[in-house]
């Protein structure tokens, strides 16, 4: 989908067709269904002749502004948009994987997805093979007759690791894999993966895209024979968003770089504030200097996103005492929010992973992860400080 503007124009000017009303912002359509004007014109609706809408489960006015929005900013030629991140993810394997397939993925992902992996697709005779991130080389060993799918996420959760996208691409179209982003770290006002090669690139809309916390979504945009698929299964099996969720996101994204752009600053300021802390052991964020990925990340991200990592010295024990006196910052599993969020991977995100894995992808039993939110970045960083103090 071609941009006619700049991403915050296109953020803030793409919408749905005014009304007679004309009215100024897109209005909510809740409604589960549509009427037709007579027999014909549903008959042709219904077998695809017309580009219109027939119930809200395979698309609404309001989903459908929120998908061309996110299409503008990744570059993408279709997309469709889901109830949670998860269903995107699941559903995007799903629609593409036939029992046989074989998927390779990099070893450091969302916990939940690792989950699906290990658990849910082996019932239907989908295996898996893991990278590291550190030896993208070896991807190519992995590669089987029954390979369909290359699947990354960049910064990875919750490691805020960086792997390159241009490297993957490559390796991707030299075996004519299906190659997948979730660039739910990033936002699409950071990073395009689409340019480095991905097919297909998945958000979860209840991070950065909401910014506030409201509400659950997911997201996959690329290209439109692919995206047809994914509509396919979906238009099926029901997993699609809620009109208000949607327009409640397209609403957001028309503030995203201006909020991302805040996220960054404050989450560098606080990395360089923890880098030199003597309780701290080490500090992950991509544009820190010290960051193993620094240079691909600069090459491939305008900034380094909301995510800090970093281990408290004393592991466990000083990790809760860590947590229990955080006062101001919020104890929650999401990111991506207005307010700055704490959480202990280990016991949390990534609890269901065995402690082999977790340290497999870097998950220390004292890690933890700070989504840095758009308080004043000296309110952030004195509750951090007072709590290590602990």
């Known amino acids: ?9 296109e953020a803030i000017r793409t919408q749905t067709e005014r009304s007679q009303f004309l009215e100024h912002s897109t209005p909510l359509y ?22 219109r809408d027939i119930y809200s489960r395979y698309g609404n006015p309001n989903s459908t502004e929120f998908i061309n929005k996110v299409c503008k900013m990744e570059g993408a030629e279709n997309g469709f948009a889901f109830a949670s991140g998860m269903a995107a993810v699941f559903s995007t394997f799903a629609a593409l994987l ?49 390979t369909k799918i290359l699947y990354a996420e960049t910064p990875t959760n919750p490691g805020v690791d960086v792997i390159d996208l241009d490297v993957l691409g490559k390796i991707a179209k030299k075996h004519n894999l299906i190659f997948i982003v979730d660039n739910c770290f990033a936002s699409p006002y950071l990073q395009q993966p689409i340019k480095f090669g991905a097919d ?35 238009r099926i099996t029901g997993p699609s968003l809620s009109p208000f969720n949607a327009w409640v996101l397209s609403k957001s994204l028309e503030t995203l770089s201006l909020r991302v752009d805040k996220h960054c600053e404050n989450a560098l300021k606080l990395a360089d504030f923890l880098e030199g802390h003597p309780k701290v052991n080490w500090v992950k964020y991509p544009f820190l ?15 380094g996103g909301c995510v800090v990592a970093f281990e ?44 082999k894995d977790r340290m497999a992808t870097g998950i220390t039993d004292g890690m933890v992860r700070v989504s840095v939110g758009l308080e004043h970045i000296d309110d952030i960083i004195a509750d951090i400080e007072q709590a290590l103090a602990s």
């Open 30 to 51: 809740l409604t589960s269904s549509f009427v037709f004007e007579d027999a014909e014109d549903m008959r042709a609706s219904f077998a695809e002749e017309k580009d």
């Open 1 to 9: 989908m071609a941009n006619q503007h700049k991403f915050e124009t």
């Open 312 to 355: 408290v010295d004393g592991g466990v024990a000083a990790g809760r005492r860590f947590f229990d006196a955080i006062k101001m910052l919020s104890l929650s599993a999401n990111l991506g929010d207005a307010r700055s969020i704490v959480t202990h991977p280990a016991s949390t995100t990534h609890s269901k992973l065995s402690t």
């Open 200 to 234: 297909l690139v998945i958000h979860s809309g209840t991070k950065l895209m909401d910014g506030q916390g409201r509400v659950l979504a997911g997201i996959t945009v690329g290209s439109a024979e692919l995206v047809d698929k994914v509509y396919r299964f979906s």
């Open 98 to 146: 036939n029992s046989g397939d074989h998927i390779i993925s990099s070893r450091n992902i969302f916990g939940s997805t690792h989950s699906l992996f290990d658990q849910v697709f082996p019932k239907w005779n989908i295996d898996h093979s893991y990278f590291q991130i550190d030896e993208l080389d070896k991807i190519d060993e992995l590669v089987t007759s029954k």
């Open 289 to 303: 200097k010290s960051h193993p990925q620094y240079e691909i990340a600069k090459r491939q991200m305008k900034a």
